[in-house]
């Protein structure tokens, strides 16, 4: 006799019906983020240039969204001065931050100063972008002066809204960087994402559901746990 509907328990009815909804929930959730991909989690800890005038790729942040080999984002972590006339401010984490097509811009400080954005900031063709190059945090030392309004000081973490071009120019897509700001004044990379369809706007911090491998996890534990139930409804009607 078969093993329909009929036969099996009420327990076993929720069951099955508990994996198909969360089959369901997974591959919805998919399917509506499809265009965002994310790093993963990152730590890359990038220390500032000791001397003015040097250069290290350990202090360079490099970021290619799309891995078409043109970087999209890119914050130098520099020391040097340079203001004209010098004014003996070290700018601690100068951070020149770079992207093809241009930086969400500090609303308070005006263009030319990257915003610290917190989670949840949407990222769209309405969003202020300003010129390609842009500071984290200047005049830091000794005297803090904009430095101490900047919104990337030491100890700032939050997003970085970028916009970049794609299709050899043709087209512009959306992302954002997360960044922190250590007590060093190291730059810590701590993730990025970007929306693959142009001009679709992309959430700060939001990352893709999980794959298509949970929702095979989530099925495989459904029919596990109902195997299991069966067996040991047949183990006491024997």
């Known amino acids: 006799m078969s093993d ?3 036969n099996k328990t009420p327990f076993e009815r929720r069951l099955a019906g508990y994996a198909l909804a969360c089959g369901a929930a997974v591959l919805g959730a998919n399917q509506a983020d499809a265009g965002v991909h994310y790093s993963g989690p990152l730590n890359q800890s990038y220390g500032p240039i000791p001397v003015a005038g040097t250069s290290d790729p350990t202090n ?6 799309n891995g078409d080999s043109n970087l999209d984002f890119i914050a130098v972590n520099g020391f040097d001065d340079n203001e004209d006339p010098f004014d003996g401010d070290a700018d601690i984490v100068r951070g020149l931050v770079g992207a093809s097509a241009g930086i969400v811009f500090d609303n308070v400080l005006g263009d030319g100063f990257a915003a610290n954005l917190s989670a949840g900031t949407l990222i769209s063709g309405a969003s ?3 010129k390609t190059t842009q500071k984290l945090s200047i005049d ?5 002066s904009i430095g101490a309004a900047a919104p990337w000081n030491a100890g700032a973490s939050g997003y970085v809204g970028v916009s970049f071009f794609t299709n050899g120019g043709a087209d512009i897509n959306f992302g954002w960087v997360e ?4 007590s060093g004044y190291e730059v810590i990379l701590k993730g990025y994402a970007y929306e693959d369809v142009p001009l679709t706007a992309i959430v700060t911090g ?5 794959s298509s491998l949970a929702l095979l996890a989530c099925g495989a534990a459904g029919v596990f746990a109902l195997n299991a ?3 040991r409804r047949v183990a006491k009607s024997a």
């Open 128 to 130: 202020d972008f300003g």
């Open 60 to 65: 360079t942040v490099e970021v290619d969204f």
């Open 140 to 144: 830091s030392v000794p005297t803090p």
């Open 4 to 6: 329909n509907h009929e």
């Open 206 to 210: 939001a990352i893709p559901e999980p």
């Open 229 to 231: 139930a069966r067996k």
């Open 179 to 182: 960044l922190e700001i250590g």
